[in-house]
């Protein structure tokens, strides 16, 4: 079975502190990890992967295997990162191409 | 060019009543895939489709629940006797095969 946690609902930092979104997973095989972001009345779209290992608006995630972790960090959170962002994780073994999303965290950066 | 679009936006039906959602994916994706995202769930995996073939239906909750695709292109999801714990945003994504996916914006289905 594979399963994404997300612990935090809600996150409120203020503009300019640094922001570090939760997410670990649970899967016995080799994983990919992605973020997905939802701003308010969009679509929801993907902000990065981390095959990847870009830096997508200042963020950042690194998979750590040993601690079966993939956060999302920022070191200076602006106004317009506030936003739903859900981690999800996609097995590449046979059809598992569907995605297992967690439940979310609310981004909310205050001035 | 065009992302995935999706219809109606919004749905309101009795409880009992049966309901189709529509997907359009984007232009040459084989890959499609229904999501739900209930109130405190987050989104749960409901059926992917290559082609026009569902190799995992393992999401759907119920008999209720079906979805097919033809041409390749368009998926019609069709839940029958719509009970109110149905009621969710149901979120149509495609991609390439292995590749990104891309969602469209849903369909809000209130039952009522």
């Known amino acids: 079975a594979q399963r994404v946690t997300q612990p935090e609902k809600l996150l409120s930092v203020f503009k300019g502190a640094p922001v570090e979104l939760k997410c670990n997973y649970s899967?016995?095989?080799?994983?990919?990890l992605f973020w997905y972001v939802q701003y308010s009345r969009q679509r929801l779209q993907l902000l990065l992967r981390?095959?990847s290992r870009e830096s997508i608006k200042g963020f950042t995630a690194d998979l750590n295997k040993g601690e079966t972790s993939f956060h999302l960090k920022k070191p200076f959170a602006q106004e317009e990162d506030s936003a739903m962002y859900y981690c999800?994780?996609?097995?590449?073994?046979?059809?598992?191409?569907?995605?297992?999303f967690g439940t979310g965290t609310r981004l909310q950066v205050t001035l | 060019g065009a992302g995935v679009s999706q219809s109606p936006s919004n749905k309101v039906t009795e409880k009992g009543k049966d309901v189709e959602l529509r997907c359009d994916p984007i232009?040459?994706?084989?890959?499609l895939y229904w999501y739900r995202q209930s109130l405190g769930q987050g989104l749960e995996f409901l059926i992917y489709?290559?082609?026009?073939?569902?190799?995992?239906k393992s999401g759907l909750p119920s008999d209720r629940f079906s979805a097919e695709r033809t041409g390749g292109s368009v998926s019609t999801l069709t839940i029958q006797r719509t009970q109110q714990e149905d009621s969710a945003v149901y979120l149509c994504?495609?991609?390439?095969?292995?590749?990104?996916?891309?969602f469209g914006p849903g369909t809000r289905l209130t039952v009522l």
């Open positions: 994504a495609s991609s390439s095969v292995g590749d990104t996916q891309y």
């Open positions: 899967y016995s095989g080799s994983p990919e």
């Open positions: 981390h095959i």
């Open positions: 999800a994780l996609r097995g590449i073994t046979g059809t598992a191409s569907k995605l297992t």
């Open positions: 232009s040459g994706h084989t890959a």
């Open positions: 489709f290559q082609g026009n073939s569902a190799p995992d």
